[in-house]
């Protein structure tokens, strides 16, 4: 079983940005955890600044893995091009949030992406990851 972590805009600075908010871990740190507790996974992660790199990777690896979970920071609110991505290719997507979007400001209920996507796991940290795997684990 092959899945892919994409992580979007800003979150290289986990760990570091607004630990009230994004927690004190970084992902590479978090990752490594998560790689420990599903051996049995390949577990891939990327992550870009940029929008284009996000969906190139979409479109390299959407025909050929078992599962894409995508936590596409503020793209998800904004890029219609990165919903239509995950729409034009077959591998299933999980949309994750560290944050609880919906409790937030205004514009951060809304994604674009939700609508082309398995399911939404928003709000428990870090913790989101691991369950979106599990979804694809079964």
Request: aromatic share 10%; glycine share 12%; hydrophobic share 40%.
């Amino acid at each position: 079983m092959k899945i892919i972590i994409i992580n979007g805009p800003n979150l290289n600075l986990l760990g570091k940005r607004e630990p009230e908010i994004y927690g004190s871990k970084s992902f590479e740190d978090y990752f490594g955890e998560l790689r420990a507790v599903f051996p049995e996974v390949e577990l891939e992660y990327f992550q870009s600044n940029h929008e284009g790199a996000i969906i190139d990777k979409i479109h390299e690896i959407g025909f050929s893995y078992n599962g894409i979970i995508l936590n596409a920071g503020g793209l998800t609110h904004t890029s219609v091009a990165l919903a239509d991505a995950l729409g034009g290719v077959k591998t299933p997507a999980v949309e994750v949030h560290i944050s609880n979007i919906h409790a937030r400001e205004e514009f951060r209920k809304h994604s674009y992406l939700s609508p082309k996507c398995k399911g939404l796991i928003c709000g428990l940290g870090l913790k989101g990851y691991e369950l979106a795997v599990r979804y694809f684990v079964g």
